[in-house]
């Protein structure tokens, strides 16, 4: 396979080709057949998630053709990555006893050949080679390989969460940790997911048939500590006075909510300045993006120290104040809170977050029953 093109003009491509299938979604969403064989998925998570194509323009566009109840599975979809971030934006403390976890791992029996695929198993070991080549897998193929790491091969899902999100070119910090929770049983107490030898035949097509080779029955794993929901604190909505800049960074490269005086994106010179350090195929692909981004806002491209280069370009640009895309839970939130305050960054939080973000107090069945409500709301009147 090619490597991903992160360009919203490719995105946009995607978007069309697939939004005659939405309504298709329903059926199709849970088979994979393979690299080169997924007509049937929409293929945009890694242009959503960097946001160079939005969730809110996606949706619009699937009920623009389909309405809400013949396309209401994948419009669900959608939602499930805005209901991970919004979960963990009310608690952030898992994410950072992850990443303390992850420190405190020692080396575990096995770990070099599940990330090396040489488990013997034929399916995991195809799909460690398949993300390592091109930085996705099939969300199905996902939730096997997070079982059959937790469950057959008895390893810390931390470190599986973290070699996931390494490689991942869609690589989200809460849809990635919450999911491997919820397969561990960690998300939803008791509730996890086994992978079955029947179930992987006949939804990869017969392409693999582990039978024999996985735990079946196997339980989920025992409570960790309790994270209660916190509260969840927007900034104010306002347009900043004077003359304004827009610093786009990966998490987040949609324009912003108002005119401004100058664009800005910045991306790490090397795959180690954002820890968790990512694979060289991911580090590309993000670089990949914000330069897509620069280029159509005709921006600056920043480079070194994120607060030395933001800095000077402010002053180069006589700017007054500078709109970011509030960063999510996850390293691009560690790095802005680490820059100066005295730069005026004014974070904003885009229409879509605040409607759904809210409603991610518990599982994802409260979200989902406002959903009808929401995708025939205000924020999809036709203008």
């Known amino acids: 396979m ?76 959608i939602a499930w990555r ?14 950072s006893d992850c990443l303390s976890q992850l420190d405190g791992l020692g080396a575990a029996d096995g770990l070099d050949g599940a990330t090396g695929g040489t488990t013997g198993i034929d399916c995991f070991d195809a799909w460690v080679a398949e993300l390592k080549q091109t930085g996705y897998l099939h969300n199905h193929a996902r939730m096997w ?27 989200d910090p809460a849809a990635n940790t919450l999911s491997w929770r919820w397969v561990a049983g960690l998300h939803t107490r008791g509730k996890h997911y086994l992978a079955r030898a029947s179930n992987i035949a006949r939804y990869t097509g017969g392409r693999f048939e582990p039978r024999g080779q996985l735990d079946e029955s196997a339980a989920p794993l025992p409570p960790d500590a309790d994270y209660p929901c916190g509260a969840l604190e927007f900034p104010a909505e306002h347009t900043p006075a004077g003359r304004i800049g827009h610093l786009m960074l990966a998490d987040d490269l949609a324009p912003p909510p108002g005119p401004v005086a100058a664009s800005a994106g910045w991306h790490p010179s090397s795959a180690e300045e ?4 990512v694979s060289p195929l991911v580090h590309a692909a993000r670089a990949a993006a914000v330069d897509d981004a620069v280029k159509r806002s005709d921006g600056t491209c920043l480079t070194g120290e994120l607060g030395q280069a933001l800095r000077s370009w402010i002053a180069n ?19 802005v809170m680490r820059l100066p305050a005295d730069l005026s960054v004014v974070e904003f939080v885009r229409p879509w977050d605040r409607a759904l973000w809210p409603h991610a107090t518990s599982g994802f069945f409260k979200l989902r029953r406002m959903l009808p409500r929401f995708y025939r709301g205000s924020l999809f009147a036709s203008p």
């Open 317 to 335: 640009e006589q700017l007054d104040a500078v709109w970011l895309a509030r960063p999510t839970v996850g390293p691009w939130r560690d790095l």
């Open 274 to 277: 954002l820890p968790p350090v």
């Open 2 to 77: 090619r490597p991903e093109i992160m360009t919203r003009a490719e995105g946009l491509r995607r978007m069309c080709g697939f939004i005659p299938r939405a309504a298709r979604y329903a059926s199709q969403r849970n088979f994979d057949f393979g690299p080169g064989r997924r007509d049937h998925v929409s293929g945009l998570s890694a242009h959503i998630r960097h946001r160079l194509i939005t969730e809110e323009e996606v949706a619009r566009a699937v009920l623009a053709e389909h309405g809400y109840d013949a396309a209401e599975k994948f419009l669900q979809e």
């Open 82 to 95: 805005t209901y991970w971030k919004g979960w963990l934006e009310m608690r952030p403390k898992v994410w």
């Open 145 to 171: 390989f997070a079982s059959i790491w937790i469950f057959t091969l008895r390893l810390p899902w931390q470190a599986g969460a973290d070699f996931m999100f390494r490689h991942l070119i869609d690589g």
